[in-house]
């Protein structure tokens, strides 16, 4: 799920997503955050702070570690649209 709030933190928009088949928690981590960053930019918002509460994401896109595998292929275009669109986490 991801909630869109202004910089006062007023609730604006939410999104919520489903994925198929078995996914690690880690990996499902990974698709949201995917997921969210297409929505925003869909939405064409700028200058976004993201905020998670999963660690391992955050140590990951911190160090840029994008491993090969299915997760550091997504974080590594998360990575990506987050640098197009100014978005930080």
Known sequence: MACLQDSNGHFISSLSSCFTGILSPLEAEARAHNVAL???????????IIETDCKQILDIMKARNFQNNEVGDILSCVHKISNLHNYRI
Do not use: E, K
């Open 38 to 48: 297409h929505w925003l930019s869909s939405r064409d918002q700028r200058h976004v």
